[in-house]
């Protein structure tokens, strides 16, 4: 276990907390609640792809895919962490003092009930998500593991690829709400795309691998 804080979670905490803390310091914002935003936002979507992403890399490296990788659960965890500072942030950001209409039309305004513009989109998905975040970052861990069994549990972890799936709408959502630069929707881009990349690559690679067993055994 010491072994494994300080090879991950103290490297994957000092990397998320220098992204975190140079988003934050080098942000135009005046109030310290959007650069908090912002600042959780992407580092929040660098780590759920590379979750994602993994899984296929070993593959690629010829490794055995486990269950459970310390590695990934690891990465799981900040991203779990980040996503969930960034969701308690993010309530804060437009209207102060009025979550709910994040999620519901105001009375000033022209439709009733539920969002359905891009705006409640952003905040639908991104409360679903975090919600099941929140679940997968309750069972990241070994006591849960051999509770739920191997079988159960992985099919838990699955929803991290719904999770990804809804963080990405979020994401690119909110570039369209809030008219972000085109340098930071490239970045969001290319974390979808690299997610989406190793996984493609994955996905070959145990094909491949099934395909070419029956004819090892013949």
Known sequence: MARRMLRHHAALGA??????ALLYWTRPYKDAISRASFATAYPALALLALTLAIGPWNLLRRRASAVSTDLRRDAGIW?????????AVGQ????????????????AEHHRGMRH???GLANYTGLLGTLLVIALLATSNDLSLRRLGAVQWKKLQR???????LTAVHAFAFQGVERQKAGWVALAAACVAA???????GVAMRRRGEAATPSRRA
Do not use: E
């Not at 997610?195 to 690559?201: F, N, V």
């Open 15 to 20: 990397a998320t907390c220098a992204a975190v």
């Open 79 to 87: 991203a779990g962490i980040v996503s969930v500072a960034h969701a």
């Open 92 to 107: 804060c950001v437009h209207l102060r003092g009025r979550p709910w209409l994040y999620y519901v039309y105001g009375p």
């Open 117 to 119: 513009d891009l705006f």
């Open 159 to 165: 929803w991290n690829y719904a999770v990804f799936g």
């Open 195 to 201: 997610a989406l990349l190793m996984q493609g690559a």
